[in-house]
């Protein structure tokens, strides 16, 4: 099983980005999207649990969405009015967490590399 995140890059404040997760092997029932900052432990971004049910993070709701393409089982993260505080490196994951582990790191077996996103001020 392996996860193979792309789609990062620079982008201007207020820009939009479209990350890709592009996944091989078993499915999962939860993907997910993490970042880490520089000098900040890996958070949680958002995640699509059953291939319907979507969590976010507050500070991201409304701005970003995640989807996935099981036919393709690709996973998607569209992120739009972007600041410099969404800097970081996005890690896709996925896994079989129980609900009340789905935003959590430890709920998810498998993570692809990780795309910087950077966004200027």
């Known amino acids: 099983v392996q996860l193979q995140a792309s789609g990062g890059g620079l982008v201007q404040a207020g820009g939009s980005l479209r990350l890709t997760c592009a996944a091989s092997g078993r499915r999962f029932r939860s993907y997910g999207w993490f970042r880490q900052a520089p000098g900040k432990e890996r958070e949680f971004v958002a995640a699509i649990f059953d291939n319907a049910r979507k969590y976010y993070t507050d500070s991201v709701k409304g701005r970003f969405a995640i989807s996935r393409d099981n036919a393709e089982n690709t996973l998607y993260l569209e992120m739009n009015s972007l600041t410099p505080d969404d800097t970081a490196i996005y890690y896709c994951?996925?896994?079989?967490?129980?609900?009340?582990?789905?935003?959590?790191?430890?709920?998810?077996?498998?993570w692809g590399q990780g795309t910087l996103v950077t966004v200027s001020s």
């Open positions: 994951a996925s896994g079989d967490p129980i609900l009340t582990y789905v935003r959590a790191s430890e709920g998810y077996r498998v």
